[in-house]
């Protein structure tokens, strides 16, 4: 007797995460990686050395990530990293 998992011996021909409604996660490519980690790294040591991150270095995060949520997920990354900087904006805006 062959020994079958439980996924085989579903009735479903897909994984069960999408049987709830969940979608599966990405990475984007490497080199994208590497340059958000590069962003992250240089705010890290800034925030360490001199108590503060830079304007720019933000404003380069904030556009990178934009653009690149963009770039992968086309109409629907874009509307999505919207509404997290919109909600980033209301919870750290009274502050």
Known sequence: MALVSRFQQSQYSYPPYLRLG?????????????????????????????????????LSGLVLGIGLNTFLFEWSGLRFSLKGLGLGLVVYFPL
């Open 22 to 58: 969940l979608s599966c996660m990405t990475f984007p490519p490497v080199v994208f990686q590497v340059v958000l980690a590069l962003v992250v790294i240089v705010a890290a040591v800034y925030d360490v050395r001199f108590r503060r991150i830079l304007n720019w270095l933000v």
